[in-house]
């Protein structure tokens, strides 16, 4: 009897391990799926970005298409277009702003990631920019085949090249820090080197948001316009390839202090830009743009006193 009772206790314990085995794969298996869920979000972002670098392409195409016809109805369906383009290229801007942020938070970030978001911001951020300023601008109110309409189509491919060169360039020194001479490497995660890509289609985007009207719209400053759009394409150009540091505002938030600020500077200015898009966006593009270059222009000013300077007691 008491064999038979042992013997079923035995049972019964194996069955209970067996349970628990089972539960604790199926808790792994659901785990690693959730894990799995997680590895998306952020590659769903950077899908929504090329989304949004994709319609601004076509809809700068279809803008153009537009102002080969005459009258002013084609110009206003045409100017439409152009600020839709323009939107989509700063809805994009919030996308890539999250897709990264998304990725470290939740420790997704994965090779492939990071190579799938170089290739969009190449296409939203270098491609669509370029095409909308030509289309919008230079494009439209230039006489085709002339030396100034050749110069614009010029300046937009430069642009393209630039960015991509910006990309590559920050994908290196992210993988590849600089070493120091004592052999340390050099990480500045505060800055950026070169004014960032996003920024740079940024700056196109809310000068075409501020004035959606094409410049062939303007019959008689429209070389002049004109002038001043590939002056604009192609200093940003430049800056995107220079050595110029860019404040980086990937660390904010990290402590809960910094949250706190960050989450109501972020709704302030939502709310302004919600308000006030035309005016706020430019403004905000302007005033980083300038701040990099202020910023070498004082260390220009300055460090010589500073190397002259008697070192301190």
């Known amino acids: ?74 110009i206003a369906r045409a100017g ?19 897709d990264g942020r998304i990725a470290r ?12 978001d170089s290739i969009a911001d190449v296409v939203t951020f270098g491609i669509a920019p370029a095409v909308l300023a030509f289309a919008w601008g230079y494009g439209s109110a230039l006489a085709d085949g002339s030396e100034a309409y050749n110069l614009g189509w010029f300046l937009s491919f430069m642009y393209v090249i630039c960015g991509a060169f910006r990309l590559a360039r920050f994908n290196v020194q992210a993988t590849r820090p600089r070493v120091l001479a004592e052999g340390t490497a050099k990480v500045d995660k ?21 004035a959606p009207t094409p410049l062939v719209a303007h019959v008689e400053q429209k070389e002049v316009y004109s002038g001043l759009v590939m002056f604009l394409v192609a200093a940003v150009s430049i800056l995107m390839v220079s050595t110029l540091r860019y404040k980086s505002f990937k660390s904010v938030g990290i402590n809960r202090r910094s949250t706190h600020v960050a989450i109501l500077t972020v709704a302030l200015i939502g709310m302004f830009i919600w308000l006030y898009s035309q005016y706020v966006l430019l403004a905000l593009v302007a005033i980083y743009i300038l701040h990099g270059l202020t910023a070498r222009l004082f260390s220009f000013i300055f460090a010589p006193l500073r190397r002259g300077a008697p070192a301190a007691k």
């Open 80 to 98: 439409v277009l152009f600020d839709n383009a323009a939107l989509a290229i700063g809805l994009a801007f919030v996308f890539d702003s999250l």
């Open 105 to 116: 938070f939740t420790k997704t970030t994965t090779e492939i990631g990071v190579q799938f």
């Open 1 to 74: 009897m008491s064999d038979e009772i042992r013997m079923a206790s035995e049972d019964s314990e194996r069955s209970s391990a067996q349970n628990a085995s089972q539960a604790s794969a199926q808790n792994a298996l659901r785990r690693r799926g959730l894990r799995k869920g997680l590895y998306l979000i952020p590659s769903l972002f950077t899908a929504a970005n090329i989304g949004a670098g994709f319609y601004s392409l076509m809809a700068s195409l279809r803008a153009f298409q537009l102002l080969g016809d005459d009258g002013p109805e084609a």
């Open 190 to 210: 505060e800055h950026f080197v070169g004014l960032p890509i996003p920024m740079g289609a940024a700056a196109i985007a809310a000068i075409v948001h501020f």
